[in-house]
């Protein structure tokens, strides 16, 4: 069974730093495009963040534009792991934040083939 588990999420004041990681299991990710999206009551599910496969050993990192300069994805592939440093924290980020994964082509656009559970952020002005 296929399983994305997020953590570390939490409540930070504005100008902070969190960095959430996604634990996959069940399957690796290496091929696939892994990364985070976020929703706030009431509104879509936005991206927030990617890094997919580009062939061989490289990977490519791409971020909304809200977040540009602000948040850092990594990845793990030997953990099955991604990551979101999330710094400079503002009250707009507050949100839930979502780990996915899912074909690269598709990804952008939310059609993902698998799903975290969530975990809150909050950022306090």
């Known amino acids: 069974q296929v399983q994305l588990a997020e953590s570390g999420g939490g409540l930070v004041q504005a100008g902070g730093s969190l960095r959430l990681s996604c634990a996959a299991s069940g399957r690796t990710f290496s091929s696939y495009a892994m990364g985070w999206f976020r929703q706030v009551p009431g509104k879509e599910r936005e991206f927030v963040a990617a890094i997919s496969w580009s062939g061989g050993s490289v990977y490519i990192a791409s971020y909304a534009d809200s977040v540009k300069g602000r948040f850092t994805i990594s990845r793990d592939n030997a953990k099955n792991t991604v990551y979101l440093q999330m710094n400079s924290l503002k009250p707009e980020d507050t949100a839930v934040y979502y780990c996915?994964?899912?074909?690269?082509?598709?990804?952008?656009?939310?059609?993902?083939?698998?799903w975290g559970q969530g975990t809150q952020v909050t950022v306090s002005s």
């Open positions: 996915a994964a899912g074909p690269r082509a598709t990804f952008h656009g939310g059609e993902c083939d698998y």
